[in-house]
T-cell receptor, first 115, second 109 residues
């Protein structure tokens, strides 16, 4: 079991470019969560998705950010027209949804640097 | 809106000493997790606490949960350098995890 796979591990973008971050959940997991961690801070919830549905996007900035989890393929977090303030580590987690014990498994994260 | 607060934010302690990290949360929840994060790394799950009075122990770490007080503690016994890391508590609300501010622990000789 490969766990939660995120790619790329590191991503450098110039201001104004687009960033696409990918997350493949653990096998059998249909719930995906995205978190952002600014340097020296905690993890902030961004969005919760199930296959083809956004369940909770209360933590997503209203502009430039979008997320999807299609029927086939990984979940994508897309940031358009990146700015320096978007530089952060972005973590994805997945879960079965109903398993209270094992809960959430986190990926290794994507570290986005905007130059 | 659920708020999760940890204290202290930073803890520097000598090897062999004991200390406790506190996690307070503002609304009811049926699950609380503790995670460890090393610099530049992902999160490692340490404990999941599911009920009032739950206590879990692993090595030098022990976690407990008081749902009535909305308080969890992570107790460190006889600290060693390898425990140096940032520790987060996280509470479940509407099926998502909300994280505390984190406690950065440094253990020195």
């Amino acid at each position: 079991n490969a766990g939660v796979m995120q790619n790329p591990r590191h991503l450098v973008r110039r201001r104004g470019q687009e960033a696409r971050l990918r997350c493949s959940p653990m096998k059998g997991h249909s719930h995906v969560y995205w978190y952002r961690q600014l340097p020296e801070e905690g993890l902030k919830f961004m969005v919760y998705l199930q296959k083809e549905n956004i369940i909770d996007e209360s933590g997503m900035p209203k502009e430039r950010f979008s997320a999807e989890f299609p029927k086939e393929g990984p979940s994508i977090l897309r940031i358009q027209q990146v700015v320096r303030g978007d530089s952060a580590a972005y973590f994805c987690a997945s879960s079965l949804g109903w398993d209270r014990v094992f809960g959430y498994t986190f990926g290794s994260g994507t570290r986005l640097t905007v130059v | 809106e659920l708020k999760v607060e940890q204290n202290p934010l930073f803890l520097s302690m000598q090897e062999g000493k004991n200390y406790t990290i506190y996690c307070n949360y503002s609304t009811t929840s049926d699950r609380l997790y503790w995670y460890r994060q090393d610099p530049g790394k992902s999160l490692e799950s340490l404990f999941v606490l599911l009920s009032n009075g739950a206590v879990k122990q692993e090595g030098r770490l022990m976690a407990s949960l008081d749902t009535k007080a909305r308080l969890s503690t992570l107790h460190i016994t006889a600290a060693v350098h390898d425990l140096s890391a940032t520790y987060f508590c996280a509470v479940v609300t509407t099926d998502k995890l909300i994280f505390g501010t984190g406690t950065r622990l440094q253990v020195f000789p």
